[in-house]
C-alpha cells in the first residue's frame, strides 16, 4: 500500500493473537472503542480463560458503578476466541503478543501475513525487538508495525506507534488515528533500540545502582534523593524491585546487545548479582529492599546525607547525574530523528510517570550545565558511558 492511499477509518475487526497479560488488555481496550475482537492463543483455553478474567474485571468496575452493566456487557459481547490465525476473519488490525521472541513472532506474522489481505494492518506488541526484524518475516512488511502498550493496557494512556524501516506512513498515520479514538495517547517513534521509554529510562536505574554500588548512598538514600528531591514518584532501586530486577536487566541487556553493547547501557554488577541470587524484589518478598503485603519495607534513608550530596560535587550527586544522564539520551533520540522532542517528553511522563519530560527538564537546567555535568562524569568514570549527545554540544535542541 503506497503511502497515499487513504485507508478507511471506519471500525474494522480487531484481532490479537496470544491473550496473556497484554493480549487480554488490548482486546478489552478494542472491544470498549466498539470493535469486533477476535482473541487467539496456541495454549488450549487461555484465549477462554482471558474472556472468564475479563468478565471478572469489567464486573469488579459496574460494582463499583465505574461502569454501565449495558457497556460491560457490549464489551462481552463483541469478543470472541478464535482457534487459530487461520480461521480469523478478515480484520483491519491484527496485534500480536505472544511471548518476547523473535522467532515465535515471525511465525505468528508468517501464517497473519499468508491469511490476511494486504491492507490489514500487523502489530506487534513487542517491547524489545526490532519491528524490521518482524516485518521482514512477511511478503509485504509497509504493512508492518509496533504498537506498543504499557501494562496494563486497560490502565495506561500510552502507546508508542513503532515505524519500521519499511513502513508506510499511511499505515502509521492510521495507527496513530486508532489508538486515539480508543482513549489513548500515541506518540510515534523509529524502531530504535527500547523505542522511546525503555530507551531514555536506563539512566534512572543505571545511574542510581552505580551510586549504591561504589558506596556513595544506600538505597533508601539514592531514592529520597530521587522522590522527594527529584519528584520521581518512586526511587529507582524501589522501582526496579517493583519491576522485577530480572525483567528490568533484561531490557536494560536487550538495549546494551541491540547498540553493539555500548557502555552507557552497560548492566551493573549490583543488578547481575540480585538477579543470581534470585532477589527480583516484590514477586520473590525480596531484592534490593524486603517486600511485605506488595509493598517494598524501605530503610530509613540518610538524610543528612542525602542533603549534603544534593547540589555537592556532581560525581556524588544522585540528582544532577540522573538528570543529566536523562536528559542526553532524551537529547539524543531527538538529534538521530528517531521521536520528536514533545513525543519524548509525553512517552515518559505518561509512560513512566515521571513529573516531567526529560527535554522540558533539560531546557529548564539548561542543556550547557547538562553537557558540563557530563563531561565532569566522564573526567571522574571514563570509559564511555559519559558522553554527551552532539546535540548538547551544538546548544541543545532548537
Ligand atoms: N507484560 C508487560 O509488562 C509487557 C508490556 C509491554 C509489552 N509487552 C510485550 O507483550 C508481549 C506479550 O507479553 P505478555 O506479558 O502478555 O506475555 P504472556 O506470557 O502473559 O502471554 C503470552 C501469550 O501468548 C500465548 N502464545 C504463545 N505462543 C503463541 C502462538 N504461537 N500463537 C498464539 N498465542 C501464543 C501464550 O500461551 C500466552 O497466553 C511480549 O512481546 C512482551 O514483551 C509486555
Known sequence: MD????????LGH??????????????QVAAAAGHRVWLVDAAPGAAERAVAS?????????AKGRLGADE????????????????????????????????????????????????TMLATNTSSIDVDAVADAVADPERVLGLHFFNPPVAMRLVEVVQGSQTSRAFVEHAVRLVQAWG????????????????????????????VEAGVADAATVDHVLREHGGFPMGPLELTDFIGQDVNLAVGTSVWEQTGRDERY???????????????????????????GGRAVLDQPDLELAARLVGGPVETDPLARTLAMLVNEAVDLVHRGEATAEDVDTAMVLGVRYPKG??????????????????????????GRYRPSPALRDGGLT
Open 358 to 383: 526529560p527535554i522540558a527538564w533539560g531546557r529548564e537546567l539548561g542543556f550547557d550545565t547538562v553537557e558540563r555535568t557530563i563531561v565532569a562524569l566522564d573526567a571522574a568514570f571514563p570509559g
Open 266 to 292: 552497560a548492566p551493573t554488577r549490583l543488578q547481575q548479582q540480585l538477579v543470581e541470587r534470585g532477589d527480583l524484589g516484590r514477586k520473590t518478598g525480596r531484592g534490593v529492599y524486603r517486600w511485605e
Open 184 to 211: 489513548k495517547t500515541p506518540v510515534r517513534c523509529r524502531s530504535t533500540p527500547g523505542f522511546i521509554v525503555n530507551r531514555v529510562a536506563r539512566p534512572f536505574y543505571g545511574e542510581a545502582q552505580r551510586l
Open 14 to 27: 480487531v484481532a490479537v493473537v496470544g491473550a496473556g497479560a497484554m493480549g487480554a488488555g488490548i482486546a
Open 3 to 10: 503511502d497515499e492511499t487513504d485507508i478507511d477509518d471506519t
Open 54 to 62: 475479563t468478565r471478572t474485571a469489567l464486573d469488579g468496575r459496574v
Open 72 to 119: 460491560a456487557d457490549g464489551i462481552l459481547e463483541r469478543i470472541e476466541v478464535a482457534t487459530s490465525v487461520g480461521d480469523l476473519p478478515e480484520c483491519a488490525l491484527v496485534v500480536e503478543a505472544v511471548p518476547e521472541s523473535l522467532e515465535l513472532k515471525r511465525e505468528v506474522f508468517g501464517a497473519l501475513a499468508e491469511s490476511q489481505p494486504p491492507s
